[in-house]
């Protein structure tokens, strides 16, 4: 193994150990009573209800989303794609005041019910957090599985068409196996996400039926300060999390097509499939993800029409710069990973192990880190480098699941090419990887990106004095009665973490292929 | 502006070292702190008496602040903890880190009777359920009342919000043992439950409920700041429950007198003035309140014991748990 790639590598897994072991050793090593938390089981049970769930009707809808985007070519389709990263990055109590604007008691849906004499829609229960879980992850879904499908060589398809394979043949034969590779893929980050959500599953939850582990780990830590259930709870989710990622290992078989000249996409099979049929499932995934976003927009720019808060450019900058420093971080570590995987015989192993940042709580994580570092440092010193470092941890594990196997497939299809042409070190990663894994490099650092940018992240733990973020500006705001200039907050804040994703996730698919 | 921030992230600790005037440091809640909280003008008032730096962090909310004192231990750097309320004293007082009055608080005007040795209440408040008075006609006038009807309501969860909190104990101090029968009741009027108050607030105005857990002084905020008369609060027969928002000294602090000082500036005018319009609480001494603030209802605090234990307090939240889990 080059020895760059083996030093960085083994740095990263070490920085990666520290952050899913050294807060839940630091709990335990803190607790003084042992002892369950009490009505743990019902909320592991819900978890894992409502996960399996959210990422199962994820996956499925994003299915026929996917095909559609990559059959069709169509004016705004370059930006559609983009605007289909955007849920994923609210906030998660802006995304639910978004939602309850279209499917809320007296949001837009209701209303029309109310105009046929019925009564008002009740998303409150299970259905409500699978809703907020699709709409926040349907599109990423849709994003991940056009990746895999972007890897076909577009001369496959054009044989195909030549061939005139019927529509079952050509699906076994160059659909099948893509589906295979990212859904699994797909379904294990869309599990773990939707695992730690917690505010979003109680507000829409309806009581305490909705009560997840991650409520469970808030309470320990908040109110009972009970460390040890804490850290019980934790490993729980570890080992949740774990399971799911060693069975998404198990069936997912990434596919290998061979390389190609690299000709764009062209749709050879559009006439085979009714024209309606597609453009009816992109409007409606666009109104799904769109209208609560709309609803966000307005609102937000109401707000903003009040004037500025003192606080929010200063606010911004930090956000930005946390966001920056914390990308940064995310990608040299996802990138030593992804090479030191690609090299060594254990790369399952190794991921696996990288997934557990998803399945980590981050109040486990701040507060484990506030234990390790309040004897040696002050924490107001370190609030933004630990907030920036944890933002990473949890951009990591996805920006990881995106590029490895986009490195896999580089090394396969050219390895031996590269080899024979003596191309090694920094001129292989120039000449041939960047350009070939580029698209995924930047959508996986565009996620990354808004992902800390509008992450809350630790810093409320952490607490610094005259230093805030814009996320806990906007959380301060709420708690002063001032939603409107919180949803004004909250645009400015969806506008950034957009901006960014779209920066580097169309900086990735280059100017005009989109 | 990096140049800036890096000064902003890394000169806190060295700055106040260095610093000429002493510091005295406040942790509070995050709604204290902010341009429309109290924060900055009592910080002014104080400083220009004082001839020091008074700096407030902003730790979360009650909750959040009594975990990061027990979390920091001794090596914490707050002088003065500013925040807790009656709900959360005794765990706090449990912990051991604070340090007994200096000296009797002097003109304390609560509606209930009050005499701690370590916990100075610097304002106070009833919870009540806020309603629209444009749409809502017919206001249930107790728990009971409100179980029997089809209003629904937000409230917040007790295991992470102290609002939330308070309801579950306002509900056992009224009903006792029948506090469950209320919950019951309750169940099929909750439309949800949220993580903190300003997530059910929210959505109280986003119109998804007839009524919100928030205070009987909610209304003023919307009459006051927004020239809006359209909120209310219920007044409920069965008494209100009374949040007693208090501050400590800490056994630790390096500026023991400083901190004396900031503790007897909190029952002046100067602090308690500031306190309706901004906290939107009511103020702990008989300082004039705005006028509008008379338009609110004025309940009176239900019936028991103002403060609850540590094992108390985890019965009444694993009673509403087991009730409303049905």
């Known amino acids: ?33 042992g002892g369950w938390a009490v009505g743990a089981w019902p909320a592991i049970r819900f978890t894992l209800l409502q996960a399996s769930l ?32 955007a849920p994923f990055l609210l906030p998660s109590i802006v995304a639910v005041l978004g939602l309850l604007a279209i499917w809320g008691r007296s949001g837009v849906m209701s209303d029309i019910l109310a105009m046929a004499g019925l009564g008002p829609l009740d998303i409150y ?12 992850n349907l599109p990423l879904a849709t994003r991940m599985l056009l990746q895999g499908w972007q890897a076909v060589p577009s001369e496959h398809f054009r044989l195909a068409a030549q061939l005139a394979l019927a529509p079952r043949t050509r699906f076994a034969l160059l659909e099948m196996p893509v589906l295979r590779g990212a859904v699994p893929s797909a379904l294990l980050v869309i599990f ?36 040890a259930a804490a850290a019980q709870l934790a490993i729980v989710q570890l080992l949740v999390g774990l399971a799911a990622a060693a069975l998404a290992f198990h069936f997912g078989r990434a596919a290998r097509f061979g390389g190609g000249l690299g000709a764009p996409f062209q749709n050879w099979d559009s006439r085979r499939w009714p024209r309606w049929l597609d453009g009816l499932v992109l409007v409606t995934a666009a109104a799904f993800t769109g209208l609560p976003l709309a609803a966000i927009l307005l609102k ?54 990288t997934l557990l940042l998803l399945a980590t709580s981050p109040f486990v994580i701040g507060t484990g880190l506030f234990i390790l570092i309040n004897p040696v440092a002050s924490p107001f010193a370190l609030a933004l480098p630990v907030t920036a470092l944890v933002n990473a941890a949890l951009g990591l594990p996805i920006m990881l699941r995106v590029i490895r196997p986009a490195l896999a497939r580089v090394n396969a299809d050219y390895g031996l090419l590269a080899e024979g042409l003596g191309m090694a070190g920094r001129a292989r990663f120039r000449l041939l990887t960047l350009p070939q894994i580029r698209s995924e490099l930047g959508f996986a650092t565009g996620l990354a990106a808004a992902l800390s940018m509008g992450d809350l992240g630790v810093i409320t733990l952490f607490a610094p004095p005259d230093v805030q973020t814009l996320p806990l500006l906007m959380y301060r705001q709420m708690g002063s009665y001032q939603m409107d200039a919180a949803a004004g907050s909250a645009l400015i804040l969806v506008a950034s973490s957009f901006a960014l994703f779209y920066i580097f996730d169309k900086g990735g698919r280059g100017a005009g292929t989109g | 502006m990096k140049k800036f921030l890096f000064a902003a992230a890394f000169s806190l600790p060295f700055g106040s070292a260095m610093a000429q005037t002493p510091e005295l ?78 000296a009797a608080p002097a003109g304390l005007a609560l ?56 309801l579950a104990l306002w509900v056992k101090a009224a009903y006792g043992d029948d506090a469950a029968r209320i919950w019951e009741g309750l169940n099929d009027n909750i439309v949800t439950v949220t993580k903190g108050w300003s997530e059910s607030y929210g959505m109280f105005l986003e119109g998804e409920a007839d009524m919100v857990l928030s205070y009987t002084t909610s209304p003023a905020y919307h ?32 500026q023991d007198a400083l901190a004396d000082r900031f503790m007897a500036f909190i029952t002046t005018e100067a602090f308690q003035r500031v306190i309706p319009e901004t906290n939107w609480m009511y103020p702990a001494t008989d300082v004039a309140l705005p006028p509008l603030f008379e338009q609110m209802i004025s309940p009176a605090p239900v019936a028991g014991p103002l403060t609850i234990s540590d094992a108390g307090r985890k019965a009444v939240v694993n009673e509403w748990v087991r009730v409303l889990s049905q």
């Not at chain 2, 408040?125 to 009971?144: H, I, R, W």
């Not at chain 2, 409230?155 to 909190?165: V, W």
């Open chain 1, 125 to 136: 229960g299970l259905k409500g957090v699978l809703l907020a879980h699709v709409f926040f």
């Open chain 2, 111 to 166: 509606p209930v009777d009050w005499s701690d040795d370590t916990f100075l209440p610097y304002d106070w408040g009833y919870l009540a359920f806020v309603y629209d008075n444009t749409k809502l006609q017919l206001v249930p006038t107790s728990f009971e009342a409100l179980a029997e009807s089809d209003l629904k309501i937000i409230i917040q969860d007790p295991r992470s919000s102290t609002p939330g909190l308070g």
């Open chain 1, 54 to 85: 959210s990422a199962l009707i994820s996956v499925v809808l994003a299915i026929p989303l996917a095909r559609a985007l990559m059959r069709r070519q169509f004016w705004g389709r370059g930006l559609m794609i983009s605007l289909l990263g």
């Open chain 1, 300 to 353: 937000g720019a109401a707000g903003l029409g009040l004037g500025l808060p003192a606080g929010l450019p200063m606010a911004w900058a930090i956000s930005l710069l946390v966001a920056l420093a914390s990308t940064a971080l995310a990608l040299g570590l996802a990138l030593a990973l992804a090479f030191f995987i690609a090299a060594s015989k254990r790369g399952d192993r190794i991921e696996l192990f």
């Open chain 1, 192 to 227: 773990m996400l939707s695992m730690s959500s917690f505010a979003v599953a109680l507000a829409l939850g309806g009581g305490p039926r909705a009560s997840t582990i991650e409520l469970a780990i808030y309470q320990a830590l908040r109110f009972e300060f009970d460390l």
């Open chain 2, 223 to 254: 009459l006051i700041a927004e020239d809006d008369p359209s909120k209310s609060a219920a007044l409920f027969s069965e008494g209100h429950y009374m949040q007693i928002e208090v501050a400590a000294k800490l056994a630790g602090s390096e």
């Open chain 1, 1 to 33: 193994m080059n020895p760059v790639v083996k030093t960085c590598g083994i740095g990263a897994i070490l920085v990666v150990a520290v952050l899913v072991l050294a807060p839940v050793i630091a709990l335990l090593a803190q607790a003084e009573t």
């Open chain 2, 25 to 102: 440091t406040v942790y509070t809640y995050d709604s204290f702190i902010t341009e429309w909280g109290p924060g900055p003008q009592i910080k002014a008032a104080f400083e220009a008496e004082c001839g020091c730096t008074l700096t407030f962090v902003g730790a979360g909310d009650g909750a959040a602040l009594l975990s990061r004192l027990r979390l920091e231990g001794a090596r914490s750097e707050a002088d003065i903890v500013l925040g807790l309320d009656n709900s959360l004293m005794e765990q706090a007082r449990d912990l051991g880190v604070f340090a007994p009055l200096a």
